[in-house]
């Protein structure tokens, strides 16, 4: 199906722009994008510079999904570079996971391209890892199962998600906050470049949570690793991503925390916990139909300017 | 010193065990159980479809499990009867159709009761080379495809992430699972060949650590699962299948409730 709002915003020729922004270190100049219009970023000094991130490892354009007859991911696109962390957030079935998945290549998109980096290793932490108590299965073992590694080199994956002491244990007797890092260093064992982590705090309590994103920070300082990160905790994508991407299903807006904290879909989305911020208050740039589909601005909303 | 068949019947019942061991434990994992007693009770309408075509009985069976299990699989996509009520479905009509098709064909020729619950007294020199060659090929296709198959066990969706086959995966334990009918029916007949399968895997879970641990274990309770089975089945004069399978149900239930009194403390 044919989204009406297409003949109203760029099309996906001139999203692509963005990769360029983002390819070139051109990080004093962030434009982010929402639904369909260009916004000038917010001016002021709580604006963050990004760190000057690397090669591109994966990059998606105009990546479309339909199932079903349902839109699901619609015409987005997504670059990751070694050396930066990149988070999605959005609302529940806003696609998040289905992005990911045509980005690990466990989906095919109807149109769109991907390009990937040659030889490119991928980490991935599923969103959830049900452990199955019927296959017996230690640490040890289940380290394996992702690649061929010596103990050695097992160990000090292990030893650098803090979960070193546990390589003989069962998996089926591990916590919650243990089984999370054996499931990151069976990621990490694959020495890859781009690590791919959906919703990775689930059932892991608040404090360990933080200490999670604490060391995927640093995971991607020493290692030098590209992230791509799902996560509905406001609080940490805003203190822990280099650039952010708000979706529902289509790309609402991208860019350096403090921006799309500050843009009015950002705002819409994710209401009161997003004023929990500080943020100024907004005015939406375009209204949504019932499809979560934008419409034309200028409709229902009154065509208000967004805000500078 | 043994009679011949009674070697014959040794070296048969000894070896379904083990060739049964790693794609039980296959099978416990993925609880692919249904599945298999399926697959396997197409092989009676094998052993019809290969007298009625004049073809080898073995590859009769081998080519109706393969059909089956690829309905299976393709009936699986959809969504509307869930997957037990489809398993039931064709597991029950693949039975009643080789009993109907082997009464209309086969007639007097067939040896209903021996497909249904095994022979194992009466196992041939040529039904033990045909299980000398399907085992190798069982053990070896599961030997090469080891990590594949346990990895997509343990989590599909990272096997697959991880850039390994998942579809390979299926695709070969539903042609595991088909030869190992074919091979084993003889043996033990249609209706237990998973009891071969499913139980010396689930008396090994609780003494295994890893997932080739168990596989070694599962293997060992197979074989003298089968052994003790047959004398049993010699010294009470009861038919041997049903009496190996007996003792391997044995074997499993003390070992689940084992684990379980320990786990209660």
């Known amino acids: ?308 | 010193m043994l009679e011949p068949f009674l070697v014959r019947a040794l070296v048969a019942a000894v070896g379904v065990g083990l060739v049964a061991a790693p794609l039980g434990c296959l099978v416990v994992w993925r609880r692919m159980s249904y599945f298999g007693a399926t697959i396997a009770h197409g092989g009676l309408l094998g052993v019809a479809l290969g007298l009625a075509l004049e073809i080898d009985l073995t590859l009769g069976v081998v080519v109706i499990a393969l059909v089956i299990g690829g309905l299976l699989v393709g009936l699986g996509r959809q969504r509307i009867v869930p997957a037990d009520s489809l398993l039931g479905i064709l597991s029950h009509a693949a039975l009643a159709g080789g009993i109907v098709a082997a009464s209309r064909l086969a007639g007097q020729r067939l040896d209903l009761m021996g497909y249904l619950f095994g022979d194992v007294l009466a196992v041939s020199g040529s039904d033990l080379a045909w299980l000398g060659i399907g085992g190798a090929i069982v053990l070896g296709v599961i030997a090469a495809l080891w990590r594949t198959l346990v990895a997509v066990a343990v989590h599909e969706e990272l096997a697959q992430a991880e850039g390994l086959h998942v579809a390979r995966a299926e695709a070969a334990l539903v042609v595991l699972l088909a030869l190992t009918v074919a091979i084993a029916m003889k043996i033990v007949g249609v209706l237990l060949i998973v009891a071969f399968l499913v139980m010396p895997a689930a008396a090994a879970r609780p003494f295994a650590s890893t997932p080739e641990a168990m596989v070694v274990i599962a293997a060992a309770i197979g074989a003298v699962g089968a052994a003790v089975g047959l004398w049993l089945s010699m010294s009470a004069d009861v038919p041997g299948g049903p009496a190996i399978v007996l003792v391997l149900s044995a074997a499993s239930l003390g070992a689940i409730a084992w684990s379980a009194r320990k786990r209660g403390g």
């Open chain 1, 1 to 308: 199906m044919k989204e009406p709002h297409k003949k109203t915003g760029p099309g996906p020729s001139e999203l692509g722009g963005h990769a360029h922004e983002h390819a070139s270190h051109d990080h004093g100049h962030h434009h982010d994008h929402c639904g369909h219009q260009h916004i000038p970023r917010p001016a002021g000094p709580t604006v963050r510079v990004a760190p000057r991130t690397g090669e591109v490892l994966i990059s998606g354009r105009g990546l479309t999904m339909t199932r079903g007859g349902r839109s699901i991911v619609d015409h987005v696109d997504i670059d990751i570079a070694a050396g930066e962390i990149v988070t999605l957030i959005g609302p529940n079935g806003a696609g998040k996971t289905s992005l990911v998945r045509i980005l690990l290549g466990l989906e095919v998109p109807d149109a769109g391209t991907l390009t990937r980096s040659a030889g490119l290793a991928v980490g991935y932490v599923p969103q959830r890892f049900e452990r199955d108590a019927a296959i017996p299965m230690t640490v040890q073992r289940f380290l394996t199962l992702g690649a061929r590694v010596s103990r050695d080199r097992l160990q000090r994956c292990l030893d650098e998600v803090g979960a070193g002491g546990i390589v003989d244990r069962q998996l089926a007797q591990l916590s919650g906050g243990e089984l999370q890092r054996v499931v990151l260093a069976r990621a990490l064992v694959r020495e890859p470049k781009l690590l791919v982590l959906d919703e990775p705090a689930r059932g892991v309590d608040h404090l360990g949570e933080a200490d999670l994103y604490a060391l995927i920070g640093r995971l991607r300082d020493e290692r030098g690793l590209g992230v791509l990160l799902v996560s509905h905790d406001l609080h940490v994508v805003m203190a822990q991503s280099d650039r952010v991407l708000c979706i529902n299903r289509h790309v609402c807006c991208h860019g350096v925390p403090e921006t799309v904290a500050q843009h009015p879909e950002y705002v819409r989305l994710f209401g009161d916990a997003a004023r929990a911020f500080g943020i100024y208050q907004h005015h939406h740039d375009h209204a949504h139909g019932l499809g979560g589909e934008p419409l034309p601005p200028g409709g229902a909303s009154g065509g208000d300017t967004p805000h500078a």
